[in-house]
């Protein structure tokens, strides 16, 4: 069974600086897709960024990547020069599977609460 | 701008009652939408899958009679709570998938979720 582990509850980082936020997956699939969502809280989930497992590149979305350790089943997003406004819930999820049909559902992790402070 | 809504955004209702939650599409056509629900300070659990005319999905520990889904068309899911207890209080979530515009790559929409308290 496929499971998703974001092992930090919480995170501080200090305006316009970087933060890395941690996630590890495991799955017995050798095709899926990882997530990365915010959710702020007024409870909207909002997309950030996507990686699928065949990329040879990490993705990059503006000031989110994805560092992408296919190897040791890691798929962290780090947030460039962050913003008071990056304060949210932040959650990492696996889909198995190509597109197309139930194998899309998605698997959250546990989320981290990242505050951004001034 | 919103590629899934969610109708009502929240919702108070009294125990014993049901209550509908509509999830409709917007702009494109949904042949599967997931329902999750998020219970405060947790993670996103996944309760079902609905498959447009077909029934529906659940996942293991979620009670399909007293969590109905029906999606009746290409742009519509409802999840309808039966009888509902303190304990189903929680957050409710839609979501599906559109293909991006960047060859290879999809993303997940999710709706803007209903939230949902039982006295």
């Known amino acids: 069974a496929q499971k998703i582990t974001q092992t930090q509850p919480g995170m501080f980082v200090q305006e316009k600086e970087a933060v890395t936020l941690d996630c590890t997956y495991d799955?017995?699939?050798?095709?899926?897709?990882l997530f990365w969502y915010k959710q702020p809280s007024s409870g909207e989930m909002i997309f950030l960024i996507y990686?699928?497992?065949?990329?040879?590149q990490n993705a990059t979305e503006g000031r989110y990547s994805l560092n992408f350790q296919k190897a040791r089943k890691s798929a962290n997003l780090v947030i460039s020069a962050s913003q008071l406004g990056d304060s949210a819930m932040y959650f990492c999820?696996?889909?198995?599977?190509?597109?197309?049909?139930?194998?899309?559902?998605?698997?959250f992790g546990t989320g981290t609460l990242l505050a951004v402070q001034p | 701008g919103a590629v899934v809504s969610q109708h009502p955004s929240w919702v108070i209702c009294k125990s014993g009652t049901s209550v509908k939650i509509e999830c409709r599409s917007l702009?494109?056509?949904?042949?599967?939408m997931f329902w999750y629900r998020q219970f405060p300070k947790q993670s996103l659990m996944l309760m079902a899958t609905s498959n447009e005319g077909s029934k529906a999905t659940y996942e293991q520990g979620v009670e399909k009679d007293k969590f109905l889904i029906n999606h009746a068309s290409l742009t519509l899911s409802t999840l309808t709570v039966t009888s509902a207890h303190p304990e189903d209080s929680s957050f409710y979530i839609c979501?599906?998938?559109?293909?991006?515009?960047?060859?290879?790559?999809?993303?997940?929409?999710f709706g803007p979720g209903t939230r949902l308290t039982v006295t």
């Open positions: 702009d494109f056509q949904a042949t599967t």
């Open positions: 990686q699928g497992s065949y990329d040879e």
């Open positions: 999820a696996m889909r198995e599977g190509r597109y197309g049909g139930a194998t899309n559902k998605l698997i």
């Open positions: 799955t017995s699939d050798q095709s899926y897709g």
């Open positions: 979501s599906t998938v559109a293909e991006r515009l960047r060859a290879g790559s999809y993303e997940q929409y």
